[in-house]
């Protein structure tokens, strides 16, 4: 079972269609339902009502059973998939900077609160923009060109200032 059900060679070329097909899958169902993570949970805590939740419920389940499927058709393309069960908790491999682990709830905590924020001003989260964005919500547009230009920007400046203020 080393190599899973398939081998790597065979698995560069079915793995990137599966992932396209199951993204397109999930963006109709999400882009249907109306789903978002932020407004799941603002819709839990302040009305009590838990369809958005369950939703958001739903899609961590699936990524679960996603991503274990994936890791037992070609295991080599995660390796560090049970990385807590398997080593225990020691600094995320592939993570930027070899950072200690204090160091990665810092950030966490950190981007998620501005996500959180940010999601709650804008009324949805990242997913739903892209939905709203692809509906022809202009606003929605900006954010989603707003998070690319972040990214670079976080990746090419950021990044480095972190990496030194932290240990």
Request: proline share 4%.
């Amino acid at each position: 079972m080393a190599d899973g059900f398939l081998i790597a060679a065979s698995a560069i070329l079915i793995l990137p269609v599966i992932t396209l097909t199951l993204g397109l899958i999930i963006g109709y169902l999400a882009q249907r339902s109306g789903f978002c993570s932020i407004g799941g949970m603002r819709d839990l805590m302040m009305f009590k009502h838990t369809r958005l939740f369950f939703g958001y419920l739903t899609l961590i389940g699936g990524a679960l059973i996603g991503y274990t499927l994936f890791w037992l058709i070609i295991p080599s393309a995660f390796p560090g998939f049970y990385w807590a069960a398997n080593k225990g908790i020691d600094p995320i491999g592939g993570a930027p900077g070899g950072l200690v682990v204090g160091s990665y709830v810092i950030l966490a905590i950190v981007g998620g609160f501005g996500m959180g924020l940010i999601g709650v001003l804008l009324g949805g989260c990242p997913l739903r923009q892209i939905v709203m964005s692809s509906e022809g919500g202009r606003n929605s547009l900006f954010f989603v060109i707003g998070l690319m230009i972040g990214a670079v920007v976080f990746h090419a400046i950021t990044i480095n200032l972190v990496i030194a203020i932290l240990p």
